[in-house]
């Protein structure tokens, strides 16, 4: 298990949601919080190791890490 170099203002606890599910829970909170805020997004879901990073680039926010924690990852995101 690894540990992040990263601490959260928001975590999302999306473990045991499928896919889409983490994803739209991520982009939910994004909407309601301030640039700069860093949100961890805990998901069991191993579709979101590609959809999230897709996302986020596209949206022009910045992905910041993936832990893994052996039974879900734990990504890292930067509002912008």
Not at 34 to 52: F, M, N, R
């Amino acid at each position: 298990m690894s540990e992040s170099n990263y601490d959260p203002d928001v975590t999302i606890d999306s473990r045991g949601s499928t896919c889409p599910g983490p994803l739209m829970d991520l982009i939910g909170k994004v909407k309601e919080v301030d640039a700069g805020t860093v949100i961890e997004l805990q998901t069991s879901d191993s579709g979101s190791k590609g959809d999230v990073p897709e996302w986020i680039d596209e949206a022009g926010h910045e992905m910041l890490e993936t832990v893994d924690n052996g039974d879900y990852w734990s990504m890292y995101v930067k509002t912008t």
